[in-house]
C-alpha cells in the first residue's frame, strides 16, 4: 500500500472528514502502556499520523451535560438502540483557553450500532452562552438548525454542567482502501466532577488505570482485518467503556456499572498532582 504524501495526504483526510467522519461503527480497546509502542509503530506504516499527533499527541477535554436524574448517563448503562450526549470540547491545552478560543459544541448520538457526532465551531464563551445561560447564538445562521436543536435539549431535558473528561490523544488515518479508518489511542483518561470551567487549573482524577490507555478504533462499514488479527497479537480487551459514564461511576454520582474499568488496584498515584508522571512507562 502507497503512502499519500503531501496535498494528496491533506485531500484525503479533508475527503474522510467531510464525507464519514460524522456517521462511523466504533469499537474500544483497552491496552497496556508497555504494549503501545508496538501499537503505535503498526499504525504508523500502514496509516498516515494525524499532523498533531506529532510530539506525543494533543489534550482532549470536554464537559459534558446531563439531566438531575442523569438521564444521559443511563440510557448508556441501559443500552438504548437511540441515545444521545451534549458536550463541549476543547482541542489544545487548558491555559490557552479563552473566551474567544474555538471550542465545538457537540451532539454525539447512537443509532442502533452507528455512532453519529454533529457539531458546531463556535467561541468559548458564546458555547457557554448557549448551554448554561440558554441563550440563542444569532450571528450563524446557517447553523440555526443545529443551535435550536441544542437548546432544545437544554431547556427540554433541564440539562446542566455534570462531568469533565481529559486526556491525550494519538489519531492515525486511513488512506486508499482504508480509507475513513481512524484509530485513536488516549492516554492518562481524567475526569472531575466540578470546577466546570474547561481552562480551570484544578487536579483531575485518574479515571482509567495509570497503566492503560483507551484505544478507539472508528470505520465507516466495517474494520478491517489487520486491525483485528493486531487486537489480537496484541492482546487488547474489548471494552464498552464511556469514559463520561466512568467519571461519572468514578465520582460517586451513581453506582458502578457491569461495563466500569476497576481502577483500585493500579490506583496508588491517582492522587499525585496532574502534571506528576504516573508512571515512567506513559507515554
Avoid at 485531500?11 to 504494549?35: C, P, V
Avoid at 454533529?118 to 440558554?134: G, H, I, K
Avoid at 483507551?214 to 462499514?221: G, H, L, Q, R, T
Wanted: with cysteine.
Amino acid at each position: 500500500m502507497s503512502r499519500p504524501s503531501g496535498a494528496d495526504a491533506g485531500h484525503l483526510r479533508r475527503t474522510a472528514s467531510a464525507l464519514h467522519s460524522f456517521n462511523r461503527f466504533e469499537i474500544k480497546y483497552l491496552l497496556a502502556y508497555d504494549q503501545v509502542p508496538q501499537l503505535r509503530e503498526e499504525l504508523a506504516a500502514r496509516m498516515e499520523a494525524d499532523p498533531f499527533t506529532v510530539g506525543g499527541g494533543y489534550p482532549v477535554s470536554s464537559l459534558y451535560y446531563d439531566s438531575k436524574s442523569l438521564r444521559y448517563y443511563w440510557e448508556k448503562i441501559e443500552g438504548l438502540h437511540f441515545r444521545r450526549k451534549l458536550r463541549i470540547r476543547n482541542y489544545g491545552p487548558r491555559h490557552e483557553l479563552h473566551d474567544e478560543s474555538p471550542v465545538y459544541i457537540e451532539i454525539k448520538q447512537r443509532v442502533n450500532r452507528v455512532t453519529q457526532k454533529r457539531r458546531v465551531r463556535v467561541p468559548y464563551l458564546q458555547a457557554r452562552r448557549l448551554c448554561d445561560e440558554r441563550v440563542l447564538i444569532d450571528h450563524l445562521p446557517e447553523q440555526h438548525p443545529f443551535l435550536e436543536e441544542v437548546l432544545g435539549l437544554v431547556e427540554g431535558h433541564g440539562l446542566r454542567p455534570i462531568a469533565i473528561t481529559a486526556y491525550n490523544r494519538e489519531a492515525y488515518l486511513g488512506y486508499d482502501a482504508d480509507l475513513g479508518l481512524r484509530v485513536t489511542i488516549d492516554h492518562r483518561v481524567r475526569g472531575r466532577d466540578r470546577d466546570f470551567h474547561l481552562g480551570a487549573e484544578v487536579e483531575n482524577r485518574l479515571i482509567i488505570p495509570p497503566h492503560k490507555a483507551i484505544v478507539e478504533v472508528k470505520a465507516n462499514e466495517r474494520v478491517p482485518y489487520w486491525i483485528t488479527d493486531l487486537s489480537a497479537r496484541l492482546g487488547m480487551s474489548v471494552v464498552r467503556v464511556s469514559k463520561y459514564c466512568q467519571s461519572i461511576e468514578a465520582h460517586g454520582q451513581a453506582p458502578r456499572s457491569v461495563f466500569h474499568v476497576p481502577v483500585e488496584d493500579d490506583f496508588a498515584v491517582h492522587a499525585k498532582p496532574e502534571g506528576a508522571a504516573a508512571s515512567s512507562s506513559v507515554q
